[in-house]
């Protein structure tokens, strides 16, 4: 029998703990018993792939999927996808969602009193390049009230999601921006322990690929697998507020 070598799984403390009761949907979430480790087989290591006839070329500008410009800071974010050993991820699929620039989200669940905004979906996805690179343009997204405590505000942030190589390095995590000053109260944010993994989902002010007069940029480079991983936004919800 074929010996395959899987992953590496992550260091205790650098991805979000199952159970975090200031985060208080994560207590009816969390599983009660301890958790089973399955072993990567051919399965988890070698697949989902996605190529290019899954991806519209348009849909990495958030800007550009209405008549007209959507309200808001329009901003670049980008990165890069890199493996457990620091190579980068090349092709593989990257996808965001966010709320408008209102910090309203286009989905029936959302009953925040803010605007929705006829120019802005808020849905974008591209693949990486050969170094692993990918590049959004959207708008900055507002802050947004919840309900998990009281007068709770989400820190502006995008959701990411990414299968990278496999299964094994599925992520689903959030990006926050840089000096927001909601983060440090976020339960979400903190439901890392360990603070330099926590700290790896604010992204860097990225002057570099400011364009003038048109937007400012932030980069936001995503790790999968491995010690440095970067952390789960939750308990592998997957909902994610
Ligand atoms: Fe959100």
Known sequence: MTNIAGYRRPYPG???????????????RAPLRPLVSMPHTLTEITGPLFGTESVDVKACDLTRQHSGDPLGERIIVS???LDENGRPVPHTLVEIWQANAAGRYLHKVDQHNAPLDPNFTGCGHTLTDGEGRYRFVTVRPGE?????????????HVHF??????????LVTQMYFPGDALIPFDPIFNCTDDEKARNRLISHF???????????AYRFDIILAGRDATPWED?????GK
């Open 14 to 28: 650098t991805q979000p703990n199952h159970l975090h009761p200031h985060y208080v949907s994560s207590i009816k």
């Open 79 to 81: 990165g890069r996808v």
């Open 144 to 156: 947004y009230p919840w309900r998990n405590h009281y007068n709770a505000w989400r820190p502006a």
């Open 161 to 170: 999601s990414l299968f990278g190589p496999a299964f094994a390095t599925r």
């Open 206 to 216: 990225d002057w570099e690929n400011t364009i003038p007069e048109q937007a400012l």
């Open 235 to 239: 308990s592998r919800s997957q909902l």
